[in-house]
């Protein structure tokens, strides 16, 4: 097993035992680049210099603090590790919640969490049977990576997987004002036929998320560029967009794209129109989509997105941890 993350004792009040933290994510690109001169083809290095001086050497370098212009303060390793910084070494849980009072852009970064030992095994199985009985997480802050992170400690639904997760939260002063950015927004009538359709269509196409359905294909792409050009072989190269563009009412859209959604499962149409299709004519609200290519199928006229609502909220805990 790889080494931990970090450990140090978990407290709750006058309850304190071991833990380790082990990153739960890690990253799967297997291609990597180095920068090359253009001309020659040799591998570009870069040093650390100093002025007109020659390349220094790792151990002539040190950490500098600019606290006027032009003028630093050097801070030496030593400073740092003897910053007095309780969460350092113990992760104190200040404050139980439920994990859905929790927005989910606050979550940042999951983590396993075990006992340190077999010594905690003890306290930590009724910690962990408490939080998720409770339905509720612990809080607490700790330090790591140059900085004091907040923190979330849960226990998870299956009573198979015996450790705890552990979730790197983001600070309210992190966050940008969502009001910026939504104030602009035209406040607009929604259609009740229109959003019965759009329902639907959601309706339709909700299924148990499963994570191993995605995949990075720009990943997949990027190594078949690099193959074709080790094989000195034209790249391939994505196929252009079309280009001719169709006009369309907002309710056809809906319309076709929920009839799509009956050619996608092979189902025979409907015999009898929904109550939101049936005597609705068109509306005069209109919509840009691309016309999609013949393909034998009915395809969808336009994609229907839906923002997420303050009411609403994903959390790691309801959908088996949520691993970024």
Known sequence: MARPFWSGQLR???????????????????????????????????????????????????????????????????????????????????????????????????YFVTPENAAQSEAFAVVRKALQTSGKVGLGK?????????????????????????????????????????????????????????????KRKTSRFDSKRYKDEYEDALRAMVDAKVKHLPAPKEEAAPKSTKVINLMDA???????????????????????????????AKVTVMKAPHTGKKQPGSRVSKAKSNGAKRTPQAKKNRSA
Do not use: C, W
């Open 142 to 202: 700790i330090a790591f990576g140059g900085r004091e992170h907040l923190m979330a400690i849960s226990a998870p639904e299956d009573d198979k997987q015996l450790g705890m997760m552990a979730y790197t939260l983001r600070y309210a002063e992190e966050l940008r004002d969502s009001g910026e950015y939504f104030s602009e927004i035209k406040s607009v009538k929604v259609d009740e036929d229109q959003l019965e359709l759009a329902k639907e269509l959601i």
């Open 12 to 110: 709750i009040s006058l309850v304190s035992f071991g833990i380790q933290l082990f990153p739960a994510t890690e990253a799967k690109g297997e291609i990597h680049f180095h920068q090359l001169n253009r001309k020659t083809g040799e591998r570009v290095k870069h040093q650390n210099v100093s002025g007109d001086e020659e390349p220094l050497e790792k151990d002539e370098i040190v950490k500098g603090y600019e606290y006027s212009k032009g003028q630093y303060v050097m801070i030496e390793p030593e400073d740092i590790d003897n910053l007095r910084i309780p969460s350092r070494q113990t992760l104190d849980l200040e404050q139980f919640a439920a994990m859905d009072e929790i927005d989910p852009e606050y979550f940042e970064k999951p």
């Open 254 to 284: 809906l319309r076709k794209s929920v009839r799509g959604t009956d050619d996608d499962r092979d189902k025979k149409p409907a015999k009898s129109e929904t109550r939101a299709e049936s005597g609705v004519r068109d509306r005069s």
